[in-house]
């Protein structure tokens, strides 16, 4: 199968005014269309900058030092700002953690939802055709917001962000995300905000659409277990490199990645609920001068000077399932 997105040996820096913060190390990833893939990893390894370098919303002081991007056959590192245009909130969505920062308090849900929708069908690439009236418009917001499960969807439309809950919130900005009918959709976080059990419906809806619409989607999380639940592969994450590449079924059951098995291990025991909650040792590197070798090295019980000298790749376990991938001198 052909893969719908692929990042390949990607590198990224961010220049500062202390010098290059080597923020993203060799990425390596793909994602097949209508494929479900968790992103998990601790805070500041780079999961978000990935997210953005996938929908071009990098920061000016982003360099891109190695490899490449490629979106349906199209190289992403290479668009200017008209191709950006046609693929983004088009071809590519993205929803973030907050939706309230996403959405206008003082218009109703209706008149947001509909701005996007009128916003699309006049958009570049979109069929040439007649402006909507607002009958069409407004069939068109109803249809959305049943496809994400919003109960009574004619009555919301007149209702404004903040008498909603977060769910149906979160809820909405699916919903704008899907307007044009992209075949990516990446969501950053977009359930911390939220108690868990609404954070599980959020993500089974998405689970739900991928399988729909035959929407690839990137759900990136710090929650393993919350991810994995819903995700046909998990990707794990560590001071800008994917580490561990499996189905999520192979991952919780063998991790083979030092850090997934810390990360797992991290996991609240739902048997045990006093189980002291056991952590990685440690903290991220100064990603200014990263480690040599590994950069999980300084935290793991496993290294040994070929660790910290050659910089693993991801590639196939000899023993294991075809499709998980390990970046581990020790896998
Ligand atoms: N504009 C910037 N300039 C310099 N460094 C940055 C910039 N944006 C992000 N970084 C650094 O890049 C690294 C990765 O950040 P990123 O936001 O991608 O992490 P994350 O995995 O999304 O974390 P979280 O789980 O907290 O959202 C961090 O070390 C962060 O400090
Ligand atoms: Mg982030």
Excluded at 8 to 24: H, M, Q
Excluded at 180 to 186: D, E, F, H
Aim: net charge positive; charged share 20%.
């Amino acid at each position: 199968m052909t893969a719908l997105l692929r990042i390949s040996d990607y590198r990224l820096d961010f220049e500062t005014f202390d010098g290059a913060v080597k923020v993203l190390d060799g990425v390596e990833l793909e994602l097949a269309e209508g494929e479900t893939l968790g992103l998990v990893g601790e805070t500041g390894c780079g999961k978000s900058v990935l997210a953005r370098s996938v929908i071009g919303l990098l920061p000016r002081t982003a360099r891109v030092r190695s490899g490449a991007i490629a979106f349906d056959g199209e190289d992403l590192l290479a668009c200017d700002a008209a191709a950006w245009r046609r693929l983004r909130g088009h071809r590519i969505a993205m929803i973030f953690q907050d939706p309230m920062t996403y959405l206008n308090p003082v218009l109703s849900i209706g008149r947001q939802l509909g701005d996007v929708i009128r916003v699309q069908h006049a958009a570049p690439g979109a069929a040439a055709a007649p402006a909507l009236t607002s009958a069409q418009v407004r069939a068109r917001a109803v249809e959305l917001l049943e496809l994400v499960r919003l109960p009574d969807a004619a009555a919301l439309l007149a209702r404004y962000p903040h008498q909603l809950s977060g769910g149906m919130r979160q809820r909405v900005l699916i919903a704008m995300a899907l307007v044009g009918t992209p075949r990516l959709l990446i969501a950053d976080e977009p359930t911390t905000a939220l108690d868990v059990t609404i954070q599980a419906q959020v993500l089974a809806l998405m689970r739900d659409l991928a399988a729909r619409l035959r929407l690839a989607c990137v759900m990136i999380s710090h929650d393993l277990g919350a991810v994995a639940a819903v995700c046909r592969r998990v990707a794990v994450m560590y001071a800008g490199t994917i580490v561990e590449d499996a189905s999520a079924d192979e991952l919780l059951r063998a991790p083979r990645h030092p850090y997934s098995r810390g990360l797992l291990a991290a996991l609240p025991d739902i048997d045990g609920p006093h189980a002291a909650l056991q952590g990685i040792a440690g903290s991220l590197p100064n990603l200014l001068a990263p480690p040599a070798g590994c950069r999980f090295h300084p935290r793991c019980a496993l290294a040994s000077e070929r660790c910290r000298r050659e910089r693993p790749v991801l590639r196939p376990l000899a023993d294991g399932a075809p499709l998980h991938r390990v970046a581990c001198h020790h896998a």
